[in-house]
């Protein structure tokens, strides 16, 4: 496997399911990100993570919870979404979060479905 | 507010140039990105701009006017493939982007 990989590819879940979101990166960066996109909105940043510490929480609902166990992976644990949660959740990886030109590398994607 | 503006929706033909623009506001601001995002797939690199001036790559040019808050993608040599949504963003403290909502780009015969 190279570069930013994400399971699963496609997810439906109801609204009182509990499910995960996977993602692995094989680049050795230090820093990985969760975004969310939405139809006709901008890539949102969820999440970041910086050699394992949470970085930002950009006023995420308590119901997404991240964990990264170390730097090659990082989770999104889902739990009583709402419909308006479906959405394109991205994952991505960069060297530094410290290093504002750091190209950020993206996995491709895994589309949820909230019913 | 959104504080980063791209149009929507552009059309060019095959072989034309096209340039696609992005303004900004912002009170931190170290550079610009453009990447590429084709239906269903991962955003990809294309570029970053940190200083004014035009950076050439390929059929692709970004361009930077930090005073102005402006930038630009030009394609040049526009094939099939091309046809993709372009997203510009900036970046502030450290590596944190903020999104435009993509520009989708359509090229037809």
């Known amino acids: 496997e190279t570069g930013v990989t994400q399971t699963p590819r496609h997810l439906v879940m109801g609204m009182t399911n509990k499910k995960s979101l996977k993602c692995e990166q094989h680049l050795g960066h230090n820093a990985m990100y969760w975004y969310k996109q939405s139809a006709k909105k901008p890539l949102e940043l969820m999440f970041v993570y910086s050699l394992e510490e949470r970085v930002e929480n950009n006023s995420v609902p308590s119901r997404f919870s991240p964990e990264c166990p170390n730097s090659s992976h990082l989770f999104l644990h889902l739990h009583t979404l709402q419909p308006e949660d479906s959405a394109l959740y991205l994952c991505?990886?960069?060297?530094?979060?410290?290093?504002?030109?750091?190209?950020?590398?993206f996995g491709p994607g895994t589309r949820l479905t909230v019913l | 507010g959104q504080n980063i503006d791209q149009p929507t929706e552009m059309t060019a033909t095959e072989g034309a140039i096209v340039q696609i623009n992005c303004t900004y506001q912002t009170s931190g601001f170290n550079g610009l990105f453009w990447y590429q995002q084709h239906a269903g797939e991962a955003p990809t690199f294309l570029s970053y701009?940190?200083?004014?001036g035009l950076e050439e790559k390929g059929r692709f040019s970004s361009f930077l006017s930090r005073s102005k808050g402006y930038s630009y993608l030009l394609l040049k040599e526009l094939q099939m493939k091309d046809s993709a949504s372009y997203l510009c963003?900036?970046?502030?403290?450290?590596?944190?982007?903020?999104f435009g909502t993509g520009t989708q780009l359509k090229v037809e015969l």
């Open positions: 963003a900036y970046t502030g403290g450290g590596n944190k982007l903020t």
């Open positions: 701009n940190v200083l004014d």
């Open positions: 991505a990886s960069s060297q530094d979060f410290r290093q504002p030109y750091n190209e950020q590398f």
